[in-house]
Structures are given as structure tokens and as C-alpha cells.
């Protein structure tokens, strides 16, 4: 195994040298492996896909969509081509809708400029709509078997819980070059699924070790919340093309109160529906709405 980077300087004192942390991530991701429907494929969109599922969502929930998205979307041109209502409908259940407007935005430039194909290198991934570095790297990683540094919670769960087991506050810089550093030239997809399952068994066993990054936020209450007014928009909308903006404010109003929250006022309810507009969910026709 050629680990891509050289022992790095700032090492941390005291604990596992490098050595032996892999050894023990090797194992225990051999321990732990989860035969996932998207591992061990070289199709780099299908990978995408997946990678984009799979920010802020849990796998159980992302193993229900990702099968059904690949039979209604085979192809990054597939993608490409369908409706945004059919996109967004496809996407239900996932949260976050941006992420699915972003992907399908990414596919519309690949199929415009790229032939239909992602671009092969990190920073021409980086540079599609909603694609960052943990992304790029996790399409380079597991559909190219290509190091990089792949920067993601689970991952940065094992060398929290393993080289920083006494501080908080640990920043992304300090990880970022460790990080590098253990990543093997020639078996990135391997390294980090061994890193992901390993983490995710960490989360589940121990305190979570990413609370001490000091890049860790906690996520914010989604019952009564802005994002779930406009997730239930999209759905409204979805379910009823054409819809007006009276009527779907009533049935915003009656979805609040039916929760035991206030109702909705108009200007609220005016911005979220301009936002979602402004943002491409939606177009106004006449008086209606469509996705």
C-alpha cells in the first residue's frame, strides 16, 4: 500500500503513530463493511448520486430512494433532460430539495459542455453547482479509486476518536493534511469505506466524537421550522400543478394549525413561495403555480 502524502509534522504527539492507525482502520473497517448498492461501481455519476443522497441524510433512508432515482434517472443526461417536477417528486422523502435542483443543474452542464460525462479531475467537479470537496473527493475516491481528501463526518469521527481523544474544538486544517496523509495512492475506495463504516459504528457506541470538531453544528429543530413550511409547499405544489397562491396559503395556514402552531401570515408565506420561485422549484403561471 502507497500512502499519497509523507508523514505529516504535525502528527499528533502521543498518540497511534500512522502505522498503526491504519492498521486499525483496515481492520475494523474489514469488521465492519456494508455491502452498500452504490459501492464498488465505476459509474461516477451513480456515485455522484449517492454522495449527494447522503449529506445530512442517513443511509437507511438514502438505501429506500437511490434504487428507485437510478431506475427513473439511469444516465447524468437522463438527469439532465427530466422535468424539475419530476426530479423534485423523485426526490421526496430526502429533505433538503436544493440539493436535488443543485444535481440536476450539475447534469444539465455535463450534458451541455461535457459530452454527458463528470469531469475527471477534483477541481473540475468542484466547479458544478453543489459539488464541494468532500463531494469531488468522494466521486474521485469511489468511482475512480483516486486519493484525495474525502472530509466527512464519519471519517473525521475516526481520527477525532482516535488521535484527539482529549481536545475539542479540533479544526478541518489539522485533519485535512493527517487525513491526506493516510490515504493510499492505490486503494482510496477501499481506505475509505474502512474510514465511513468505522466511523459510522463509532457513532453509534460512543459520545459522538464529531461534537468536538469545531466544525460541528447542531442541526436545527425541523417541526414549525422555515424549511418545513417550504418542504411542505413542494409538496403541495407537486401534488397539484397549477395550484393558486390563495389556495396553497390556506392549506399552509391549515397545516400549521393542524400541528397546534400559529397559522401562517402573508407576508411570510409570500416569501418563502418567492423564494422557492427565485431558486427554480417553481414558475408562476397565470395564477398558478409548477414545479
Known amino acids: 500500500m502507497r500512502l499519497a502524502g509523507g508523514t505529516p509534522s504535525a502528527w499528533p504527539s502521543g498518540a497511534l503513530s500512522r502505522e498503526a492507525f491504519c492498521a486499525k482502520v483496515r481492520a475494523e473497517g474489514e469488521r465492519l463493511y456494508r455491502d452498500l448498492p452504490w459501492r464498488n461501481i465505476d459509474d ?34 437522463a438527469l439532465a433532460a427530466a422535468s424539475t417536477s419530476d426530479v423534485l417528486a423523485q426526490w421526496q422523502g ?8 443543485a444535481l440536476k443543474r450539475a447534469c444539465e452542464t455535463c450534458s451541455a459542455r461535457f459530452g454527458g ?8 467537479l468542484q466547479a458544478l453547482p453543489g459539488i464541494g470537496p468532500a463531494t ?16 466527512e463526518t464519519n ?4 481520527f477525532l476518536h482516535e488521535l484527539f481523544p482529549d481536545r475539542d474544538k479540533v479544526a478541518d486544517r489539522e485533519l485535512a493534511p493527517l487525513v491526506a496523509a493516510t490515504c493510499p ?8 469505506y474502512a474510514l ?61 394549525r ?11 408565506f409570500d416569501s418563502i413561495v418567492d423564494d422557492l420561485i427565485a431558486e427554480g422549484f417553481f414558475r408562476e403561471e397565470g395564477a398558478g403555480l409548477r414545479a
Open 44 to 77: 461516477p455519476y451513480a456515485v455522484l448520486v449517492s454522495e449527494v443522497m447522503l449529506q445530512q441524510t442517513q443511509v437507511t433512508r438514502v438505501l429506500k430512494h437511490w434504487g428507485r432515482w437510478m431506475a427513473m434517472f439511469p444516465t447524468l443526461d
Open 185 to 192: 495512492e492505490d486503494d482510496a475506495r477501499a481506505w475509505y
Open 136 to 151: 469531488a473527493a468522494g466521486v474521485m475516491a469511489f468511482a475512480r479509486n483516486r486519493p484525495g481528501v474525502y472530509l
Open 196 to 256: 465511513l463504516d468505522y466511523g459510522a459504528h463509532l457513532k453509534s457506541v460512543v459520545a459522538n466524537p464529531s461534537r468536538r470538531s469545531a466544525h460541528h453544528a447542531r442541526q436545527s429543530a425541523f417541526e414549525g421550522s422555515r424549511r418545513q413550511k417550504r418542504a411542505e409547499i413542494v409538496r403541495v405544489v407537486l401534488a397539484e400543478p397549477g395550484i393558486g397562491r390563495d389556495e396553497l396559503a390556506r392549506r399552509l395556514d391549515a397545516f400549521e
Open 155 to 158: 471519517v473525521r469521527t475516526v
Open 94 to 101: 430526502l429533505g433538503y430539495n436544493r440539493r436535488a435542483l
Open 258 to 268: 393542524a400541528a397546534g402552531r400559529d397559522g401562517v401570515d402573508g407576508a411570510a
Open 117 to 124: 460525462r463528470l469531469p475527471d479531475t477534483h477541481e473540475g
